[in-house]
């Protein structure tokens, strides 16, 4: 019997996908769910999981770009609070990521934030594409999404590239790593790349992942069946690091 689930979260996103794994629960008893939240969604969509036939899920205000996801090349919003760009639609015409790119931040201002924030927001989104071009091996897989409401602003970058663990052990030094988990404790660490020691390579997730943290309240990396989360608490001050399984 299905249960009603007013807001789909990261956690349930989690418990979904665990219980899918497990078998404990097959695509046809999903619990019925509303997507009010990008993040939650889009990391939903990459498992495949939404996919599969089924009323369980209401996308709300998302179901557009659901399906501009589904068709590809880049997609916005008539407001201008949403929209995406596939890594494929920046590479046949580099001038796709500066028309995301424009849009994006002007979304953020127009949300709430500063220049500056805004700014920073869309240069961290432009470091992640970097990266799946660097690492990911799929990277015709990609794609950059944001979602604007007021003093708000969520953005996704994905891929359904090898993962960090696979990324990373292709470096001898860290051949040794068996998990997901460990590989992204590992990339978010102050140096570690599987280019960390090439002169001018191997930064690796940390700079991203401290320059964000520092100005966001939610911070979540996910790659394959494990994630990394960081959220604000009240005051400003970061909690500590948590990491799912999933």
Not at 28 to 34: D, E, G, K, M, Y
Not at 45 to 57: A, E, M, N
Not at 193 to 213: E, N, Q, T
Request: glycine share 8%; charged share 25%; hydrophobic share 40%.
């Amino acid at each position: 019997m299905r249960c009603a689930i007013e807001s789909l979260t990261f956690a349930l996103v989690d418990d979904i996908t665990l219980s899918i794994q497990s078998k404990a629960l097959d695509a046809a008893n999903l619990p019925r769910v509303t997507a009010e939240d990008l993040g939650p969604l889009i990391e939903l969509k990459q498992t495949g999981l939404i996919d599969r036939p089924g009323d369980w899920l209401h996308a709300g205000r998302h179901a557009s770009l659901l399906y501009g996801l589904a068709n590809g090349g880049k997609w916005f919003n008539a407001a201008g609070r949403q929209g995406f760009v596939s890594v494929n639609a920046i590479k046949d015409d580099c001038t796709n990521w500066t028309d995301f790119a424009m849009r994006a931040k002007r979304a953020a201002v127009e949300s709430g934030f500063a220049d500056d924030s805004a700014g920073q927001l869309v240069a961290a989104i432009g470091e992640l594409h970097a990266n799946i071009l660097e690492h990911s091996e799929h990277e015709y897989s990609g794609y950059l999404v944001f979602d604007a409401t007021p003093n708000r602003f969520e953005f996704v970058v994905a891929d359904a590239g090898v993962g960090v663990l696979q990324s990373l052990r292709t470096h001898p030094h860290f051949a040794y790593v068996k998990d997901s988990g460990t590989a992204l404790e590992l990339a978010l660490s102050e140096g570690v790349s599987r280019f960390y020691d090439v002169k001018d390579r191997g930064r690796g997730f940390r700079p991203i992942f401290i320059g964000l943290a520092n100005t966001s309240n939610h911070l979540r990396f996910r790659s394959a069946d494990h994630s990394r989360e960081i959220v604000r608490r009240h005051g400003g001050r970061r909690r500590q690091p948590t990491n799912a399984l999933a």
